[in-house]
């Protein structure tokens, strides 16, 4: 009796080894996952697209004040 049971779960955990069903979903979910943290660093608020958006702004600002004859003040 014991010596089924040891057989069985023997053979069931050497199935579960072999078994590559799953694997091939959870890289296509680490990739999704690693594109989604890539994607927010670069486009949120304080990434690259945030740093662009600031250094244009500033860029206005100059060009405003240079167009009101140089009221605005420097930025650092």
Known sequence: ???KFYIQFSE???RLKDDERGVT????GLIAVA???LL???LGDTGFLGSLSTAFGNVAT????????GAAAPTP
Do not use: K, N, P, Q
């Open 1 to 3: 009796m014991m010596t």
């Open 40 to 42: 927010g660093v670069a």
């Open 12 to 14: 069931s955990l050497r």
């Open 25 to 28: 979903a959870i890289e296509y």
């Open 62 to 69: 100059e060009v405003a004040g240079l167009e009101d004859g």
């Open 35 to 37: 594109m989604a943290v």
